[in-house]
């Protein structure tokens, strides 16, 4: 009995355990169940997007417009129709997904001649470089207001296009390089958002006549109107503050502009051949006007700097050609006038130096300013250019500021050649060179002075070569050459005297003047005896050299400025006394009986005319 009951136990735990393990099995078979139903939904919605969406990058083309998908939307990237008057969609059916037209594509229409009018979709936000480049039958275009970017040489070629219109309340915020170039168009009202206008974009634009620059841009781009040969007028922002080059070059028909005054930068031939601007005022924060600037601006009259001027340079052929200026003051900060700077002003009659500042006249900067009269060579000067002054015909005084301040200078190679009212000039001590032809064809120069303390050491070939008038000269102890053809053709040269003992003589330094009705004054064994010998020129022996009083002329003084000039001569005694002779001075003026002073400050206006003596000391 006791054994049954024991084997029921037995049985009891069994099917327990039995039931235990079927109820562990039945929660596996449900855990299974529950991961194929989450795998099933993570591959259905791995799915879905891809039977709900086109694929990125798809590609078609649609009633001849090609296209390509892009996060969504289309861009037209080209034509193969043969329409002329075309409408570019608005949407591209994708498989049945319809997807916007957002933009058109670089080189989309590109050179499609024959298209003479597109419609551009409300949904376009961009217009890609040179989209309808050289669509040269298209004849106006609108710009929807939803576009905000307008790339390079979009429109560029578009010979046609006169008129372009934006949409109202247009987004666009860029206007590429090139982007209008060449068209028809004869004036734009660009949107007020826009902020950046690039390089070229309207260059070539011959039929424009005006525009206006909104107030967001900051920046005119390098030749963004070269050769707008028909406008007028332009709105320029105050907020500009840099020119590019050649902006407006050959804008023939330009008569003003207002640069703006935050404007530190003009590029070069910003505004070359602006044939009708008359007026220009450089703001104060332009440090340098650049190459060929205002070069054949032939009517600009008038050009101003701003109160304050920054300005340090003025480059080359910068104002070349401009034959109705008048007048020009050179600011008190420039140190260097460029080759050709002023070449050609015909009409330039006074050149007024402010300062001291002025150390380089390059080579050609008043050539040919036939109104030219007089000019002053500021202290600091260290160099007058090859044919700085050349052809100045009615160039009459050349006044050099020399005092112990002033830094050695040399006179370039025809600097003054041609220069036919010049009757006198004094050479300052600190000049070191006369270059060749310096003062050549000058027929009416009778007076050269040099200083009893002069440092030059060069006269060049040619250098006074057919100066019919000079009567007589004393060339400097210090000079250690004379070039070849120096004094030729000085037809009324009859007396020279040479005060150095060793000077290197060119060939034919006296040849067709009037030497042999006096002759050369020189030294015993001197180079310049050998010369006279070798040549049969006269010559006379000097010993001790008398005292010649060299300064023939004095430059105009003015009411109320202090006034300081020093008298020169030559001659071997070591000290003079000054005094005057007779005639007198203004008043309030004295000669230093020892310095050959001239000096004080003149109380009012008049001439004197008066004769100083020399004394050896």
């Given at each position: 009995m006791n054994k049954k009951k024991e084997g029921m136990k037995m049985n009891m735990k069994t099917q327990k355990l039995l039931c235990e393990i079927n109820a562990i099995l039945g929660q596996?078979?449900?855990?299974?169940?529950?991961?194929?139903?989450?795998?099933?939904?993570?591959?259905?919605?791995?799915?879905?997007?891809?039977?709900?969406?086109?694929?990125?990058?798809?590609?078609?083309?649609?009633?001849g417009f090609e296209w390509r998908e892009s996060y969504g939307t289309a861009e037209i990237t080209g034509y193969t129709g043969t329409a002329t008057v075309i409408s570019i969609p608005g949407t591209i059916n994708n498989g049945g997904t319809s997807l916007?037209?957002?933009?058109?594509?670089?080189?989309?229409f590109s050179g499609k001649n024959t298209i003479t009018a597109v419609t551009i979709p409300e949904s376009v936000v961009n217009i890609g470089m040179w989209a309808f480049y050289a669509c040269t039958a298209l004849g106006s275009i609108n710009i929807p207001a939803a576009v905000n970017y307008i790339d390079e040489q979009a429109f560029d070629g578009c010979t046609s296009i006169a008129t372009v219109i934006f949409g109202a309340g247009s987004s666009l915020e860029f206007i590429g390089g090139g982007a209008f170039s060449e068209t028809a168009i004869t004036s734009i009202d660009i949107p007020a958002g826009v902020t950046t206008i690039r390089e070229g974009a309207f260059m070539g634009c011959a039929a424009l006549t005006s525009i206006n620059i909104p107030a967001g841009v900051t920046s005119i781009g390098d030749e963004m109107f070269s050769g707008c040969s028909a406008l007028t007028s332009i709105g320029i922002p105050a907020g500009v503050t840099s020119f590019g080059y050649s902006v407006f070059d050959?804008?023939?028909?330009?008569?003003?502009?207002?640069?703006?005054?935050?404007?530190?930068?003009?590029?070069y031939n910003a505004f070359r051949g602006c044939a009708s601007l008359?007026?220009?005022t450089i703001p104060s924060g332009v440090i340098k006007i650049e190459n060929e600037t205002f070069s054949g601006c032939t009517n600009l009259a008038a050009v101003n700097f701003a109160v304050g001027t920054s300005l340090n340079s003025i480059g080359n052929s910068a104002f070349q050609g401009c034959a109705a200026l008048t007048s020009i003051t050179i600011p008190t900060g420039v140190g260097t006038l460029g080759n050709s700077a002023f070449q050609g002003c015909t009409n330039l009659a006074t050149v007024s130096v402010e300062g001291d500042g002025l150390n380089t006249i390059g080579s050609s900067a008043f050539q040919d300013c036939t109104a030219l009269s007089s000019i002053t060579i500021p202290r600091y000067m260290s160099t007058i250019g090859n044919s700085a002054f050349q052809g100045c015909i009615s160039l009459s005084s050349v006044n050099f500021v020399d005092d112990a301040a002033s830094q050695p200078k040399?006179?370039?190679?025809?600097?003054?050649?041609?220069?036919?009212?010049?009757t006198s000039v004094n050479i300052p001590r600190r000049v070191t060179a006369i270059g060749s032809s310096a003062f050549n064809g000058c027929t009416n120069l009778a007076t050269v002075n040099f200083t009893s303390d002069s440092n030059l050491t060069s006269i060049s070939d040619n250098a006074f070569q057919n100066c019919a008038a000079l009567t007589s000269l004393s060339i400097p102890a210090s000079v250690t050459s004379i070039g070849s053809n120096a004094f030729q053709g000085c037809t009324s040269l009859a007396k020279a005297t040479v005060n150095s003992k060793t000077a290197a003589f060119g060939s034919s330094v006296f040849s067709g003047t009037a030497l042999d009705s006096d002759g050369v004054y020189g030294y015993d064994d001197s180079t310049a005896e050998t010369f006279c010998t070798a040549n049969t020129i006269p010559f006379h022996y000097l010993t001790d050299r008398e005292t010649v009083i060299i300064t023939t002329s004095l430059p105009n003084g003015t009411v109320n400025v202090p006034y300081?000039?020093?008298?020169?001569?030559?001659?071997?005694?070591?000290?003079?006394?000054?005094?005057?002779?007779?005639?007198?001075?203004?008043?309030?003026?004295?000669?230093?009986?020892?310095?050959?002073?001239?000096?004080?400050?003149?109380?009012?206006?008049?001439?004197?005319?008066?004769?100083?003596?020399?004394?050896?000391?």
């Open positions: 596996a078979q449900t855990v299974k169940k529950l991961l194929a139903i989450l795998l099933a939904a993570v591959v259905l919605f791995t799915l879905l997007p891809i039977t709900a969406f086109a694929a990125d990058g798809d590609t078609g083309t649609t009633d916007p037209v957002a933009s058109i594509g670089s080189y989309a050959g804008c023939a028909a330009l008569t003003s502009i207002n640069i703006p005054a935050n404007v530190t930068s003009i590029g008359t007026s220009i040399t006179i370039g190679s025809s600097a003054f050649q041609g220069c036919t009212a010049l300081s000039q020093t008298l020169h001569r030559i001659g071997d005694a070591a000290a003079v006394t000054w005094s005057i002779e007779s005639g007198s001075l203004p008043d309030s003026l004295s000669l230093d009986a020892d310095t050959g002073v001239i000096s004080g400050t003149p109380t009012a206006s008049g001439s004197s005319t008066f004769t100083v003596k020399a004394v050896n000391g």
